[in-house]
């Protein structure tokens, strides 16, 4: 909401797209957005268009004219000043998507925001779309933080904050993990459960979520593709039950090659599905992208309740404190781990003779490690090899144990989540000076 107020007073401001997986939130955030920010919003939804719709954005696509039309459709006064025009699933009417081109170049004074679950996949190909005549926002599903204010605990969301070393609140934190390893963060999932907290509710709604993710593949792709990206999709638990540094085309269909799978993972990712980590084999060179592995990468679901239902892990996995970080190999924890960093560029390290440390990032001008470990056993020999070889000036851990900054190793206990970006600065800034 910050960013959207943001953009609205912005200089120079642009038709701005919303990008986001399906059911994350994108409609009701610019609704809310236009409900507090202006005196009224045109709302229109591309998801089924009337023919008088498609007929409209099918003749000139002249600001104009479209908002003169859209005045007479809605019945209601479009004004540039204080309506917020709303453009959902934009991406079901290519030619509108277009028209955003021109409401930048020809009538920049028009607030004009599109939203649309497989906008990064229409804008990943289209050609008519030029650079430059947009701005961008991602909406990610609720991290630990924001499910702690769904559940009315901001006071000690703010506690930590003010008090970043401060392990006090440990059992109401980790009962709250618990809920939210379960949950996970999609919107409606979480307003249900804050209703009802009746888990086969959260079940049903999960595989509605997952079975209009499942619709999308054969709606919007041919029949070779779709099944393609359902077998990569399908396969995604699979890969995390095996403890390996990359993606296995193997585990999608045996005797998969890259070649055939590349497009299915690329859909994917663009849809909001996936998020693609690429590995890296060096640990003093910036910036980090420019060595990534593209033939090497893991895959990461866009949200840890939504994996755990595909994945099918049961509720008495997530009631066990050593089953919960023992179920696949602990990737579970890394799962939870990304989500909560998913504002990050993120990739992974290995080394043939040292081992793997599961995330590096840069912050600044330098690469900060990040180990994830299940519980409280935090022997990490991988993290303790990279930090010999090339010195960072933090490194960090996430664990059971209690926060706390040892040296330049920063500990943050997995419920601290929340407050890592305060923490990583505050020790950065120590280990420096």
Same mark, same amino acid.
């Not at 010195?391 to 996430?398: D, I, Q």
């Given at each position: ?17 919303? &990008? ?22 045109? /709302?229109?939804? $591309? ?23 859209? &005045? ?17 699933? &934009? *991406? ?8 955003? %081109? ?7 004074? /028009? ?12 804008? #990943? ?10 701005? +961008? ?30 392990? #006090? ?19 409606? !999932? !979480? ?21 209009? /993710? ?79 592995? +593209? ?32 179920? $696949? ?5 890394? *799962?939870?781990? =990304? ?32 180990? !994830? ?9 991988? =993290? %303790? ?17 209690? +926060? ?9 206990? =997995?419920?601290?989540?929340? !407050? ?14």
């Amino acid at each position: 909401m910050l960013e959207l107020i943001k953009w609205k007073s912005r200089s120079g401001r642009k038709p701005l797209l919303l &990008e986001g997986a399906r059911q994350v939130g994108k409609t009701w955030l610019l609704k809310e957005f236009g409900k507090r920010c202006f005196k009224n919003v045109a /709302y229109i939804n $591309f998801q089924n268009p009337s023919q008088e719709l498609t007929d409209l954005f099918n003749g000139s696509i002249e600001p104009k004219r479209i908002v003169g039309m859209l &005045e007479l459709m809605l019945d209601m006064k479009i004004s540039a000043d204080d309506t917020l025009l709303i453009f959902d699933e &934009e *991406q079901e009417v290519p030619r509108a998507l277009t028209s955003l %081109k021109y409401f930048c170049e020809d009538a920049p004074e /028009y607030h004009i925001a599109a939203a649309g679950s497989l906008l990064g996949i229409f804008l #990943h190909k289209s050609t008519s779309f030029p650079v430059g005549k947009i701005d +961008t926002m991602k909406l990610e599903s609720l991290d630990f933080e924001e499910y702690l204010w769904a559940n009315g605990r901001e006071k000690i969301v703010d506690y930590l904050k003010e008090n970043l070393f401060d392990n #006090h609140f440990k059992e109401i934190l980790y009962d709250l993990f618990k809920y939210y390893i379960f949950t996970g963060g999609m919107p409606a !999932v !979480v307003a249900d459960w804050i209703e009802n907290h009746d888990f086969d509710n959260v079940k049903r709604i999960q595989k509605e979520i997952i079975g209009n /993710y499942r619709t999308d593949f054969s709606k919007h792709t041919d029949n070779t593709t779709a099944i393609r990206i359902r077998q990569v999709f399908e396969s995604l638990p699979a890969q995390f039950a095996k403890k390996n540094d990359k993606f296995l085309y193997g585990t999608v269909k045996q005797g998969a090659r890259a070649r055939e799978y590349e497009l299915a993972i690329e859909w994917l990712i663009d849809a909001g599905i996936v998020r693609r980590v690429n590995n890296v084999k060096v640990g003093n060179k910036i910036p980090l992208k420019a060595y990534a592995e +593209t033939a090497a990468f893991k895959l990461y679901f866009v949200d840890i309740g939504l994996f755990r239902y595909l994945a099918d892990i049961p509720l008495e996995v997530i009631h066990s404190k050593e089953a919960i970080f023992d179920e $696949f190999n602990g990737l579970l924890t890394e *799962q939870f781990v =990304l989500q909560q960093l998913a504002k990050y560029n993120l990739f992974f390290w290995t080394s043939d003779r040292i081992g793997e440390v599961d995330y590096v990032m840069q912050y600044q001008a330098d690469i900060i490690p990040i180990e !994830v470990k299940s519980g409280t056993n935090v022997k990490a020999k991988s =993290l %303790k090899m990279f930090r010999e070889n090339y010195s960072p000036k933090v490194s960090v851990r996430f664990s059971l144990k209690d +926060t706390k900054l040892d040296d330049d190793l920063l500990n943050v206990s =997995l419920f601290h989540s929340p !407050v890592f970006d305060l923490l990583l600065d505050y020790s950065f800034n120590k280990c420096v000076k």
